[in-house]
């Protein structure tokens, strides 16, 4: 018997817009606890090629993929690395990609994993397991680099404070659990108002993007699912804080329209035929009555485009992308904590 579904944000919005279709080929770039990919497989006759880098949850789901009879195929391997993947199976095209951003609620659940200051757990936010962590960019860092993951990655106003409390702190006593940080930086920045968002919370947002690489990774795996969908094949994107869905945003905005293929060794270039027709002008958020149901649906927004027959972009200043030149420059916080 297939076991339950666990339904993820926007879950009936996403497979809508994926169009899922008997014989088609789809990717869950995210996969976590399995919700869209159990969504797709249930909704037509069709494969799923499903992406996590955490291998506890693909070995949570080996106990129930069978009962799809060969239509899931679980690969632990970050959704950047997609196309490489696809590829050594032989598969050179799929007719859908769904990405549901963010950290998953299982890994937020599990102490061990020190994602979440709700749990305390040692400080460690890696979502494959390895190294350099939270923990070692914590020690590591000096204060203007936690200050700039904080604000480049969290968009922290207090960053500069909060990296001076821990740069303190560290010195009378090693900072390695989650409780440990999330009291230090409530000290350094208590809450005041009406906010109901701990104070830490940006801080964790930001050291868990920063140790994950997720907007790096977000920014390739785009690139890597225009190169792999077919002619009217879809791409959905379930982004749920503004880093995220500038990048999505950015991406569709700029291949929906006509793009100068013109260098600077060849300016009279043509352009470049658009690749994605916009599903819809705007983000979709998600209903009331899930909203109310779960509160990580408030800050969903759901973009969604169909590849059009133009080629993939291929150059590397890509105008729909962020550069590297664009996003902070953080290779020596990696180089300090490297271990």
Do not use: H, Q, T
């Given at each position: 018997m297939i076991a339950a579904v666990h339904i993820p944000v926007m879950a009936p919005e996403a497979i809508k817009a994926l169009g899922v279709k008997d014989g088609g080929v789809y990717v869950d770039a995210t996969f976590g606890a399995g919700g869209?990919?159990?969504?797709?497989?249930?909704?037509a006759n069709c494969s799923v090629y499903a992406f996590d880098r955490d291998p506890r949850a693909i070995a949570a789901a080996n106990d129930w993929a069978g009962d799809y009879d060969g239509r899931l195929v679980?690969?632990?391997r970050p959704f950047a690395e997609m196309e490489e993947a696809l590829g050594a199976r032989g598969v050179e095209?799929?007719?859908g990609v769904v990405f549901d951003l963010g950290v998953s609620s299982m890994q937020l659940d599990e102490a061990d994993r020190g994602f979440s200051f709700r749990h305390d757990g040692p400080l460690s936010m890696r979502m494959d397991g390895e190294k350099p962590?939270?923990?070692?960019v914590v020690a590591g860092a000096d204060a203007r680099q936690l200050a700039a993951v904080f604000k480049a990655y969290g968009e922290e106003k207090k960053a500069a404070?909060?990296?001076?409390?821990?740069?303190?702190a560290r010195e009378a006593k090693p900072i390695e659990t989650t409780g440990a940080l999330a009291a230090i930086v409530e000290q350094a920045n208590p809450l005041r108002g009406p906010s109901k968002i701990h104070p830490a919370t940006r801080v964790f947002q930001a050291l868990r993007i920063f140790v994950n690489d997720e907007l790096g990774q977000?920014?390739?795996?785009?690139?890597a699912a225009e190169c792999l969908l077919k002619p009217a094949g879809r791409l959905v994107v379930v982004t749920f804080h503004s880093l995220e869905d500038r990048i999505v945003k950015r991406f569709f905005a700029a291949r929906a329209k006509n793009r100068p293929r013109a260098t600077r060794h060849r300016p009279e270039q043509a352009h470049a035929p658009a690749t994605f027709r916009l599903l819809s002008s705007k983000a979709m958020a998600a209903s009331s009555e899930e909203a109310a149901r779960n509160p990580r649906a408030r800050s969903a927004k759901l973009r969604a485009g169909e590849r059009l027959a133009g080629p993939a972009y291929a150059g590397e200043d890509d105008?729909?992308?962020p550069r590297h030149a664009d996003l902070p420059d953080l290779e020596g916080v990696t180089a300090s904590c490297s271990v």
């Open positions: 869209y990919a159990k969504a797709i497989l249930n909704a679980l690969i632990n095209d799929v007719d962590d939270a923990a070692d404070r909060i990296a001076r409390a821990i740069v303190a977000l920014v390739a795996a785009l690139r105008p729909g992308l």
